[in-house]
């Protein structure tokens, strides 16, 4: 009998899975060329912590889905209303991770059957303008210092650019560049307009080789070609 596992549901899934006396080995399929080396089978130990972190906050819901869908007494309470709360969920996470986070639980919700079984509501609470560009804007709260700004967003997160995210949703007020960075900077244009003389040919190399942001790096440039 062929099995796709791909497309089995979950109790076909269960069927096929060894008996508990066995300690089995899980290997992900992975048909991929790096070089000259071919990666078909990954073991489930050499994954990164981020992919352990996916499967692991994905098969919780699972796992607490199926233990109520279990329940056949009619002694015993049926839940029809479900409330899934993800707390920080980005941690781990690689960004394209972060990304595809939603559509992947939504699609396992779906592949699974669980919409159809429940109503559910799920609550993210997220840092990650990468999960954040999957909620539309009337579905989020902003919280600044515990209080509750949310009249204050106007951008529409929803598929728009991850800065425009970045700045509005997380209140990046002092802008994007490190704060190491930020002070290399301040430092070269305090030097570049300060009175004291200054060695042109070393400053421009300085900045054509450090600065990597062509705005900042022109500014920068022409800020030394009036000193000239």
Known sequence: MDF???NA???DLKRHLPPPFFTPSVFLYKNQQIGKKKINNIPFEKL??????LFSTLSTCVYHMENLMSVKSKDLPKYKNVNLIFEEIEISFHPDFQRCFVDNLISMIERLGYNRKFMINIILVTHSPFVLSDIPRQNILYLKNGTDVSNEIYVNPFAASICDVLHQSFFLENGFIGAFAQ???DELIECITGREKIDNEKIKSRINNLIGEPVIREYMLDKVAQKE
């Open 183 to 185: 002070k290399r900077i």
């Open 48 to 53: 990164s912590s981020g992919e352990r972190q």
């Open 9 to 11: 549901s979950l109790l």
């Open 4 to 6: 796709d596992p791909a």
